[in-house]
């Protein structure tokens, strides 16, 4: 049983659509109602929306700034419409950040679409932009 409380950081890799920035003011948001909602139907040990989650949001598109792996338990890759082989220096330390975080058998990563290409990319899978469009 991990210790409480579970610190996750969601990494905000854009800026969501309109209506999602209205109602939850960022991934951030929608992806921390979606934690907390969890939390509460699990029933794990003293999860819940009020105690046992920790959720820090970091904006590494603009800022650069990733925590200590010692400071949290997980990461949330979110959404995102770039194109995840750029050579873009935010993708460039992002994906240096998650080969980090896949050395080690501790943090772990939730990872949405973006995410998932990330972590390809950190392992070092072939990437391209599809010719399907």
């Known amino acids: 049983m991990p210790s ?10 854009g800026t969501p659509l309109p209506n999602t920035v209205i109602k939850y003011g960022s991934y951030g948001g929608a992806f921390t109602s979606l934690l907390q909602s969890g939390a509460d139907v699990l029933s ?23 925590l200590f792996l010692l400071d949290i338990d997980a990461i949330l890759l979110t959404v ?11 993708i ?8 980090e ?8 990563i939730i990872r949405a ?13 072939k990437i391209s932009r599809s010719d399907k469009g």
């Open 4 to 13: 409480l409380p579970l610190r996750i950081a969601i990494l905000e890799c």
């Open 44 to 66: 794990y040990s003293n999860l819940s929306f009020f105690s046992g989650l920790s959720i820090s949001i970091f904006d590494v598109v603009n800022t650069l700034f990733y």
């Open 80 to 90: 995102l419409s770039f194109d995840f082989f750029a050579n873009n220096p935010w």
């Open 92 to 99: 460039l330390k992002l994906v240096v950040f998650v080969k």
């Open 101 to 108: 975080i896949l050395e080690q058998r501790r943090v772990r």
């Open 113 to 125: 679409y973006f995410g998932h290409q990330i972590v390809g990319r950190a392992l070092g899978a």
